[in-house]
């Protein structure tokens, strides 16, 4: 009887102890944690985001792809430095429990830089936010950040809802030239649309083109006339702003004079007013087109 009272007693004081230092290395994790992001968002201290205080694959849980690593969260982070100025990043309460973190913030902020590919709108942004936490022996291990996405792009400026439809415009013109709707392609475009080739690609020359009576002649027309076929391929879409679509890919194409066959890097920027396409510029490997017509 007397040993197993020895045992019991023996067991609560090491409950006891160990409850007592969890408690005091998540306090202690806490005070870390509050003062590193004050230097790291309101003083621009972003080489703070290293093996000294993160985990080196620390991991911010972000949708569609997470981002992992010490070097891809610090240039995530960098593009809220370098897109706004006068911030006041506040950690308003904060909350720890074993090796959990709960951080309710409030971010405010002066929209003057670029922004994940948003140019600069002037706007200022007043935006509350949660972020769960995980430690792993005293370093920031997890971060996962819940705020309202669509009140933060409309203190932007920026409607959400009107990028998702000049999206669907590019991608109705991409499909309208996969099955030579020209019609369609027409429709597509604002009567003084601007229209813009590569420097230095062999269209350039009439850079720019007004119009899609221009644009049929000066582009499509000579495609049609020096190429035996000239197609897109791997189009994808990004949305840059409220009026700007950016599409990547390729070109595949085969040059009637000689045969020789292109595939390469292609991006297309197209701008949008009330829904029609104003503006167009390309990028394209013009090196390597040159070079296949000259074979």
Do not use: C
């Not at 004081?13 to 408690?23: H, M």
């Not at 003083?43 to 080196?56: N, Q, R, T, V």
């Not at 200022?124 to 936010?129: E, Y």
């Not at 030579?180 to 009567?191: F, K, T, V």
Request: net charge negative.
């Amino acid at each position: 009887m007397k040993f197993k009272n020895t045992l019991f007693l023996f067991i609560a004081i090491f409950s006891l102890t160990s409850s007592f230092a969890q408690k005091n290395n998540i306090k202690k994790d806490m005070k870390m944690y509050s003062k590193l992001w004050d230097n790291i968002i309101n003083k621009g201290e972003i080489a703070l985001i290293s093996d000294l205080y993160f985990s080196k694959d620390i991991t911010l849980i972000i949708s569609p792809e997470s981002i992992v690593g010490l070097e891809n969260v610090k240039t995530h982070y960098q593009h809220f430095l370098t897109g706004f100025s006068e911030i006041d990043f506040t950690i308003v309460d904060l909350f720890g429990q074993d090796n959990k973190i709960m951080k309710h913030w409030n971010f405010k902020g002066r929209h003057t830089g670029d922004f994940f590919g948003i140019p600069a709108t002037g706007k200022s942004v007043d935006i509350d936010g949660v972020t769960l936490v995980k430690m792993q022996n005293g370093k920031i291990a997890q971060e996962q950040d819940f705020m309202d996405n669509l009140t933060f792009m409309n203190q932007l400026g920026i409607n959400p809802f009107a990028i998702s439809d000049n999206s669907n415009v590019i991608q109705g013109l991409y499909d309208d030239f996969k099955t030579g709707n020209i019609p369609g392609i027409s429709a597509a475009m604002d009567a003084n649309i601007v229209w813009n080739e590569a420097e230095n690609f062999p269209l350039a020359d009439g850079n720019p083109y007004i119009g899609f009576d221009a644009i049929a002649s000066g582009v499509f027309g000579r495609i049609m006339e020096d190429w035996e076929y000239w197609n897109l391929a791997d189009v994808k879409l990004h949305s840059v702003n409220d009026n700007m679509v950016l599409a990547t890919g390729r070109y595949n194409a085969k040059y009637k004079k000689n045969g020789a066959e292109i595939n390469l890097q292609m991006a297309h920027l197209w701008t949008l007013k009330d829904g029609k396409i104003v503006a167009f510029q390309q990028f394209a490997d013009t090196k390597g087109i040159h070079d296949a017509m000259n074979e």
